[in-house]
């Protein structure tokens, strides 16, 4: 399954639903609907419909509720005009309508001149659109649908390498970390033997020397297991794993991986407050920044 962006934009038209099923354009240009989306916690939905068009807003929200969980979406349907220097096909409502407007003006002005083609052509034009099936407009709005998924998608893979990226930097300052902290202890418990040794010169040996180097060894040890980061590289491990495979999986994992994305944060803060040397300083600062950037890019997934 596909990895969903909540970032797209797509359009289709009755005019080229009708020409894909064999029928004929009901009018030039047709009904235009275009899907605008970004971002957001939930479904919102924002339909600017033509009056003629407002029937139809209860099956287009069904519609768009049915193909999307999350982000805020517009959707705008506007009339087609042909271009500046083509001329529109009347429709035979149209037309009709045009014959039966023409008769009833010269029955009562009998002085008054018949229609050119002109004028009836360009009547046409400024008339818009003839009223087309519910069908053929639902058709067509299914169309932008199908395409705004389509750019959803392809925005989400582009999201998902470069969380894959980032996932594997991760893992290998991760890998960096975790042969620091012995080496971290071993200076460490090396730093308070020599002051305890100092401190036993200063005394003038109130205190035993095997004494002094036991008491030494145990504070040395005490402070290696509070600054001891192994588990917390070990839960940072199993949610880059989780991270990785809900991308793979694809879905509506966004909401899923925005929780994931607080505990890295949590994990990453906490092996910098840990950290007893300028190299794990450096890879908890380096981590916290991939896992913002992460952030980011997550904050735009469905």
Not at 97 to 107: E, F, I, Q, Y
Not at 162 to 182: F, G
Not at 233 to 261: N, Q, T, Y
Not at 271 to 284: H, I, P, Q, R, Y
């Amino acid at each position: 399954m596909a990895v969903y962006s909540m970032t797209g934009y797509a359009t289709a038209s009755t005019a080229a639903s009708s020409a894909a099923s064999g029928t004929a354009p009901a009018a030039a240009g047709g009904v235009v609907f275009e899907l605008r989306s970004v971002n957001g916690r939930f479904l919102d939905l924002s339909l600017r419909l033509p009056d003629e068009l407002r029937a139809l807003e209860p099956a287009l929200r069904e519609l768009l509720s049915g193909a999307f969980r999350r982000g805020k979406i517009e959707l705008r349907a506007t009339a087609a005009r042909a271009a500046e220097g083509e001329w529109p096909a009347p429709a035979a409502e149209q037309l009709h309508r045009l014959a039966h407007l023409d008769t009833m003006v010269r029955s009562w002005l009998p002085q008054a001149r018949g229609l050119s083609v002109h004028e009836a052509l360009q009547w046409c034009r400024g008339a818009g659109p003839a009223a087309q099936p519910d069908e053929l407009l639902l058709q067509a709005a299914r169309n932008a649908v199908a395409g705004l998924r389509e750019a959803r998608a392809r925005e989400g893979a582009r999201l998902a390498e470069v969380l894959h990226a980032k996932l594997r930097r991760l893992h290998e300052l991760a890998a960096a970390a975790e042969p620091m902290v012995p080496a971290v202890v071993q200076r460490l418990q090396q730093r308070f033997i020599e002051r305890w040794n100092e401190a036993l010169a200063a005394a003038g040996g109130a205190i035993g020397a095997e004494q002094g180097r036991e008491r030494a060894l145990n504070e040395a040890t005490a402070f290696a297991i509070r600054i001891d980061v192994a588990e917390e590289l070990a839960r940072l491990r199993s949610h880059l794993d989780e991270v990785a495979r809900l991308l793979d999986a694809g879905g509506e994992i966004g909401k899923r991986l925005d929780f994931l994305i607080q505990e890295l944060q949590r994990e990453a803060n906490t092996l910098g407050s840990k950290s007893a040397a300028l190299e794990l300083t450096n890879v908890s600062v380096e981590m916290k920044v991939l896992i913002e950037q992460m952030r980011e890019q997550v904050q735009n997934i469905e």
